[in-house]
């Protein structure tokens, strides 16, 4: 151990329970020897290649844990990346290399971060993987689900799809296989519950519970109300309080999808008085009322319907994506299986009409001689 020899005692074990401390001031005489140890002699050889025994106090480089930089830590780059997209309610990817067979360039750790336009933050392997990676970042954006994916190398094209799996096959010149977790991160649908009303707490309420970033929306929050992009959601249910500027407030968001909880004179009314300020037919027309259809329910029981609505809307407007629309920007190389990026391609070729991308001139070469 180290540059001491150790002496086997009685027990038969080789070494002696080590000591809480470190052997040396106020433990092990100074310049002495622990019991049961004795020095090796100068004219007795070490053993060769043996490293130097250290404390874990030493600690450096390879001793007590990984090397500093490793790839299972994420950059300082990608923390700061990953809290701006949450905080903006960006979608986006975190792609972490989770196995490896030599020879890759990416290592266990690996991280990087693609944003729904497709660009890449970090390191997660060359140009055998990343295009790939990229392309199945996006179909998870698209299907919001979580998968593996695994690139290996194979003498023929394929790619296998299985719950939560990915295989691709390519014939990627340094060989090698890898596996990533594609992790999305989709913000939650938006609701807003317009209104200091019962159905508006409780509509708030029970849409978090179900996934939804929900909170009521008061008067005073009327005029500085800030609405994100993509899957947002509103319902009016001030119960005559102050149904016009509600509505006004909401119909300003193009994106934004408004219900109204009222009765059908009340809706009437209102909707009037939205005229009368000037709101075109195609704004009101974006009005559905009654919200959730209930009529004569407790204000819980409205809540509860309105929600129901908007949930089985989400459904009908946001069917799953193919995985070949949420691909669009990539296609496939036909000889090697690799993804390659359409816009900017160098390498195609056109057969009976159809466009064919490579990403080497060794395959778009192996392509025309085949005919």
């Not at 996934?211 to 001030?238: I, K, Y």
């Not at 999808?257 to 037919?281: I, K, N, Q």
């Not at 609505?309 to 994506?321: S, Y």
């Not at 390659?340 to 195609?348: M, Q």
């Amino acid at each position: 151990m180290g540059d001491a020899e150790v002496r086997d005692v009685r027990d038969g074990h080789a070494l002696a329970p080590p000591p809480a401390r470190r052997q040396g001031r106020r433990r092990v005489g100074h310049r002495r020897l622990a019991r049961r140890l004795r020095q090796r002699g100068h004219r007795r050889a070490g053993a060769a290649g043996r490293p130097q025994h250290r404390h874990a106090g030493d600690l450096r480089q390879g001793l007590g844990g990984p090397p500093l930089g490793g790839g299972d830590r994420i950059a300082t780059e990608l923390l700061e990346l990953l809290s701006g997209l949450a905080a903006a309610g960006e979608p986006h990817v975190l792609a972490t290399v989770v196995r490896c067979e030599a020879p890759t360039s990416a290592r266990p750790g690996d991280k990087a971060v693609i944003t729904a336009d497709g660009s890449l933050t970090g390191w997660i392997g060359g140009s055998c993987s990343e295009p790939a990676v990229r392309r199945e970042a996006l179909r998870a954006l698209a299907d919001g689900r979580p998968r593996v994916l695994r690139i290996t190398g194979a003498s023929q094209v394929a790619e296998v799809r299985e719950q939560g799996r990915v295989t691709m096959a390519t014939t990627c010149p340094s060989g090698g296989s890898l596996e990533i977790f594609i992790d999305p991160q989709v913000p939650p649908p938006v609701l807003l519950a317009f209104g200091d009303t019962p159905v508006a707490a409780t509509l708030a309420r029970l849409a978090q519970i179900v996934g939804f970033h929900a909170r009521p929306v008061g008067m005073a929050e009327l005029a500085s109300l800030h609405v994100p992009d993509g899957d947002a959601w509103a319902v009016v249910c001030t119960m005559g309080h102050f149904d016009e500027d509600a509505l006004e407030a909401a119909l300003a968001h193009p994106g934004l999808d408004v219900a109204l909880v009222a009765s059908r004179r009340r809706a009437r009314s209102v909707l009037d008085g939205l005229r009368a300020r000037g709101l075109g037919e195609a704004a009101l027309a974006r009005v559905r009322t009654p919200a959730g259809g209930s009529r004569g329910a407790s204000q819980e029981e409205i809540a509860l319907a309105a929600l129901a609505e908007i949930m089985a809307l989400r459904r009908q407007r946001r069917p799953a994506a193919p995985p070949g629309e949420a691909a669009e920007p990539f296609a496939t190389d036909p000889m090697c299986g690799m993804a390659v990026e359409v816009a900017g391609a160098l390498r195609t070729a056109e057969r009976e009409g159809q466009v064919f991308y490579f990403c080497s001139d060794a395959c778009r070469e192996q392509f025309l001689a085949a005919g």
